[in-house]
Every structure is written in C-alpha cells, then in structure tokens.
C-alpha cells in the first residue's frame, strides 16, 4: 500500500461501491473490497438519532454493521437515498491518505449531480487487513 498509485485504485474501488447501480455489481465489490467480518461504525450519527437515543436516557451510540450481508444493506440504502435518484453521486474530495501502514484516510463528498457542487462529506479510516481488504472503518460524516 505504499504505491501512491495503489492508494488512489483502492480509493476509487472504495468510492465506487457507494455509486454503483447494479445490485450483483454492488455485492461483489463489497464482498472484494472488505473482509469477510469488516466493520463499519458510523462515529458520529445523524442528529435525529442523538435525541432519539438522548430521549431513552442511552449515551449517544455508534452505529455499526457488521459483514458482507450487513455491509451489503448499508451500501445499498445509502445508493438508494443519495445516488438512485441521479441527483447526487459520491467522489473522492482528495487524494486519499496513507496514515500508517495498511491505514487510509480517505475525505469523500456527495456531489450535486446538476450544480457539481458537494453537498454534504466526510472522512473515512480505514485498517485493512493482511490481504488489502478493509477490517474496520471509522466514519465521521461532515468531517472536513
């Protein structure tokens, strides 16, 4: 992982998931792009979550999914809110970052697919594993 090169495929490979149209198209990407057990935890939720949670007396919670199946929904509803539509699409908003070995920091944002304007963004770390898959990643949703 210490090609740039290599940093900005996995980066893209990574972006696209969040893009892609096909459903089989979709699963097989996640199923190449993270481990069998990766996670995904949400740091920071969406506010109507916090007071959702603020309201039952819980801390606010870290929203995670867990596997290719669970992965595989997440992707796929997230596609369906901000992609499906035509009016958004997900890129890369720089190059993305080797933080330490087998450690990316990848900023995103989504686009307006008629103004080109992004929208909305984040930042999202992620460890891979021995085979450049990711194990974990940490995502902070409006992180710039």
Same mark, same amino acid.
């Given at each position: 992982?210490?090609?740039?090169?290599?940093?900005?495929? =996995?980066?893209?490979?990574? %972006?696209?998931? =969040?893009?892609?149209?096909?459903?089989?198209?979709?699963?097989?990407?996640?199923?190449?792009? =993270?481990?069998?057990? @990766? %996670?995904?935890?949400?740091?920071?939720?969406?506010?109507?979550?916090?007071?959702?949670?603020?309201?039952?007396?819980?801390?606010?919670?870290?929203?995670?999914?867990?596997?290719?199946?669970?992965?595989?929904?997440?992707?796929?509803?997230?596609?369906?809110?901000? %992609?499906?539509?035509?009016?958004?699409?997900?890129?890369?908003?720089?190059?993305?970052?080797?933080?330490?070995?087998?450690?990316?920091?990848?900023?995103?944002?989504?686009?307006?697919?008629?103004?080109?304007?992004?929208?909305? @963004?984040?930042?999202?770390?992620?460890?891979?594993?021995?085979?450049?898959?990711?194990?974990?990643?940490?995502?902070?949703? @409006?992180?710039?």
């Amino acid at each position: 992982m210490s090609n740039p090169l290599d940093i900005k495929q =996995w980066a893209d490979r990574y %972006v696209a998931q =969040w893009n892609e149209p096909d459903p089989a198209a979709r699963a097989a990407l996640i199923r190449e792009v =993270w481990a069998l057990d @990766g %996670v995904q935890v949400l740091v920071d939720p969406p506010q109507e979550i916090r007071e959702a949670a603020a309201g039952l007396a819980f801390p606010v919670p870290p929203l995670e999914v867990r596997g290719h199946d669970a992965l595989n929904a997440r992707v796929t509803r997230a596609y369906e809110m901000f %992609v499906a539509s035509g009016e958004h699409v997900f890129e890369c908003a720089e190059e993305a970052a080797l933080l330490l070995p087998n450690v990316l920091g990848i900023r995103w944002s989504m686009v307006s697919t008629s103004t080109g304007q992004a929208v909305g @963004g984040g930042l999202d770390i992620l460890a891979l594993d021995s085979e450049g898959r990711i194990r974990t990643d940490h995502q902070f949703i @409006g992180a710039n």
